[in-house]
């Protein structure tokens, strides 16, 4: 079974940058949908990033022009590259894979401050 590790997350300015990493335990090759979700103080989960093999990166419209998702397959690991944060994008970022069922990772914490 696929295991996945989140990192990268911490504390920045608002107007700061990050880049999450999600390291999976085996090869994402084969691998065809990628999900980053962000999990809130007090809000449901939110899909807000999906890489795909079969089509084109998707984003939610929160999101979207400043978070780009990249995946490395040589080193078996998801990006999210966060742009021009801002406050409402503090909460807990959560990868999943889909193998045969759906694979979580435990989650990184990102904290932006006005």
């Known amino acids: 079974q696929v295991q996945l590790v989140e990192s990268g997350g911490g504390s920045v300015e608002a107007g700061g940058s990050l880049r999450l990493a999600c390291k999976a335990s085996?090869?994402?090759?084969?691998?065809?949908?990628m999900n980053w979700y962000r999990q809130a103080p007090g809000k449901q989960r939110e899909l807000i990033a999906t890489?795909?093999?079969?089509?084109?990166?998707s984003y939610a419209d929160s999101v979207k022009g400043r978070f780009t998702v990249t995946r490395d397959n040589q080193k078996n690991t998801l990006y999210l590259q966060m742009n021009s944060l801002k406050p409402e994008d503090t909460g807990v970022y959560l990868c999943?894979?889909?193998?045969?069922?759906?694979?979580w990772g435990q989650g990184t914490q990102v904290t932006v401050s006005s």
């Open positions: 085996a090869s994402i090759y084969t691998i065809d949908v």
């Open positions: 890489s795909a093999t079969s089509r084109s990166a």
């Open positions: 999943n894979a889909y193998v045969s069922s759906w694979v």
